[in-house]
């Protein structure tokens, strides 16, 4: 069994210049498929803003294949954060795998986004 892992998150500026790619093993030999691939994303930004108002979380900008998918965020001063999730991943260890309840394959919107609150108990 295996979980859905970050592969890559990129950084853009407000001028669509990057300012941050950082990738994740087992992708740290794919700096051009991922540049791309940040850069595609680029355009479904300017899509979405032209055709709605854009808040900040964007949520799905769009699966890749069946593997890779591409989440984004708008930031205030026009950054946009990017994070690409193999939704395959690695295996997960006998221990870990063990859990009762259904097998995840893949990520989804709640799985990213900041809880509103958090509940301490003392």
């Known amino acids: 069994m295996s979980g859905p892992k970050i592969a890559c998150i990129g950084i853009i500026g407000k001028a ?18 991922f540049s791309f691939l940040l850069n595609s994303c680029l355009d479904i930004f300017e ?35 990017l994070v690409i999730i193999d939704l395959i991943g690695q295996p997960v260890p006998n221990s870990m795998g063990k859990q ?17 609150k958090l509940t301490m108990n003392y």
């Open 47 to 81: 899509i979405r803003q032209k055709q709605t108002s854009v808040d900040q979380d964007l949520g799905l900008l769009h699966a890749v294949d069946e593997k890779l998918a591409a989440y984004g965020w708008l930031t205030t001063t026009g950054v946009k954060l």
């Open 100 to 116: 009762k309840g259904s097998p995840r394959t893949g990520s989804k919107d709640p799985d990213l986004k900041p809880k509103s």
């Open 16 to 33: 669509d210049n990057p300012l941050h790619i950082s990738l994740f093993p087992p992708y740290l030999n794919s700096t051009v498929e």
